[in-house]
């Protein structure tokens, strides 16, 4: 994640989103260190970008520069503004002025307002108050955690993009007071918090970028899955309020970490909460932009060496009524994602930290945990353009698709594949896929088709 993050404690590659982030930080020595994907500690430990990497620079460079100094793009906000055409949407007033995106993470960031203020002086964004919520008895920062050092990095992250894509919307972080670890722990904090927030009728969109492997739940080998199931609560809670749930849809592509983090799955698995009926998983792209924002290349599955986009079959959850029309892809499951979003770490964010004086400044960050906030800025987005709440927007979206591509701002994406760590994955095709879902998105007629569509 951000420039010294990782969302979840059982994993070593930077996490964001029910994956991991995966995070690069520059050194002014031209060096790009990013952690490794496969090498991972005998216990489980937060991703953290900040301990294991060089200092931050002190100001974000510009594509061009990236490529040259660094081998790898690196993106502003301004630059996903252009590439998913959302400037229209901005002149015309929708700008996410009325809505409330809901951002949850685990410990949040001791300075996560004054680095927002910082991000949004960098690229003329304006200035927000963040409303933060406390759930439970948050604990002081200490900088030599690297849990907390993970989740600041995230919190970083998911607030400045959220921002950056809806920049009138109202903010409300929720810090929780326990790790998400997994499907051990965490999971009943965060789903409390969420459902508490929606009774006071607090937010339009919630953004999650958390998640873990079914297959670490407790009773799920014996075909037990109530751990998993009786944690939905908040997400029934969402859709009855017409609150719209977003989740990454994990950054490793159909496999993760088991439940020690030591160790990926051999075999094809995927993430809770993205694969939940209720909720819409948010995958990830690669784009290839100039310094400008322009596109150079199609946009294709993220897959850069550094991690892969999530997705594939629910071992949960069978097919939902709005996926009957891509049943050749996904069978009797549920499939993930449902759309997809800029997550590559070669194509990754410039986020804004302070919270480490060890490591202050800007960073590079990608995952789908990228991918998610930018997603719930769209929603919001969508949510001021149709007047109301959007509520579940799963079967919208997929109606959307099946009523043609070019009046719905859905972009089918037909490259690339999320096969990861030796785990064979699914490949870009025509149409909805188990890699990039039913595609990515022209902005402005996506968010115009989505709001005539929830009306």
Not at 114 to 127: I, M, N, R
Not at 140 to 155: H, I, L, Q, V
Not at 312 to 334: D, E, H, I, L, N
Not at 396 to 420: E, K, P, T
Request: glycine letters at 12%.
């Amino acid at each position: 994640m951000g420039h010294q993050t990782a969302r979840r404690a059982p994993r070593a590659v930077a996490a964001l989103g029910a994956a991991t982030a995966a995070v690069l930080t520059v050194a002014g020595t031209g060096a790009v260190s990013a952690p490794a994907t496969t090498a991972l500690p005998a216990t489980p430990r937060p991703a953290v970008a900040g301990h294991q990497l060089v200092k931050a620079v002190a100001s974000p460079l510009a594509t061009s520069a990236c490529l040259k100094e660094y081998r790898v793009h690196c993106y502003s906000p301004m630059q996903y503004r252009k590439a998913y055409n959302l400037n229209p949407l901005y002149r015309s007033g929708i700008t996410g002025k009325g809505r409330t995106i809901v951002i949850v993470d685990s410990f949040g960031s001791p300075t996560v307002q004054h680095d927002l203020d910082v991000f949004s002086k960098a690229f003329g964004l304006p200035t927000t108050k963040v409303r933060i919520v406390k759930w439970g008895n948050v604990p002081e920062f200490d900088p030599e955690d690297e849990t907390a050092m993970g989740w600041a990095g995230e919190t970083n992250l998911d607030v400045q993009y959220a921002h950056a894509i809806a920049p009138d919307a109202k903010i409300v972080l929720v810090e929780t007071a326990v790790a998400e670890t997994e499907g051990v722990t965490g999971f009943p904090e965060m789903m409390r918090a969420e459902q508490d927030l929606i009774n006071q009728g607090v937010g339009d969109v919630i953004s999650q970028s958390f998640g873990a492997t079914e297959n670490t739940f407790p009773g799920f080998s014996r075909g037990d899955h109530s751990a998993l199931l009786n944690l939905r609560y908040a997400f029934k809670a969402a859709a009855d309020a017409r609150v719209t749930v977003l989740a990454a849809s994990g950054d490793s592509g159909v496999t993760d970490f088991k439940a020690d983090g030591s160790t990926l799955y051999s075999h094809r698995v995927n993430s809770w909460p993205s694969t939940d009926p209720l909720v819409t998983s948010v995958g990830g792209t690669q784009l290839t932009l100039d310094d400008t924002g322009r596109r150079l290349a199609p946009d294709r599955v993220w897959n850069d060496g550094r991690g892969a986009a999530g997705g594939g079959k629910s071992g949960v959850f069978t097919r939902p009524g709005y996926q009957r029309s891509v049943a050749s892809a996904v069978g009797g499951r549920r499939g993930t994602p449902d759309v997809s979003i800029s997550a590559a770490v070669d194509g990754g964010a410039w986020v804004y930290s302070s919270y480490s004086a060890a490591d202050k400044g800007w960073g590079i960050t990608g995952g789908t945990s990228e991918a998610t906030p930018i997603f719930a800025g769209i929603v919001a987005l969508a949510a001021q353009q149709a007047h109301h709440r959007l509520g579940p927007i799963n079967d919208d979206l997929y109606a959307l698709a099946a009523r043609g591509r070019a009046r719905s701002g859905l972009i089918d994406i037909v490259h690339g594949n999320n096969s990861f760590a030796g785990v064979k994955g699914y490949a870009a095709a025509k149409g909805y896929d188990l890699a990039s879902g039913l595609g990515t998105i022209d902005g402005t007629a996506f968010v115009r088709a989505l709001a005539r569509r929830a009306r």
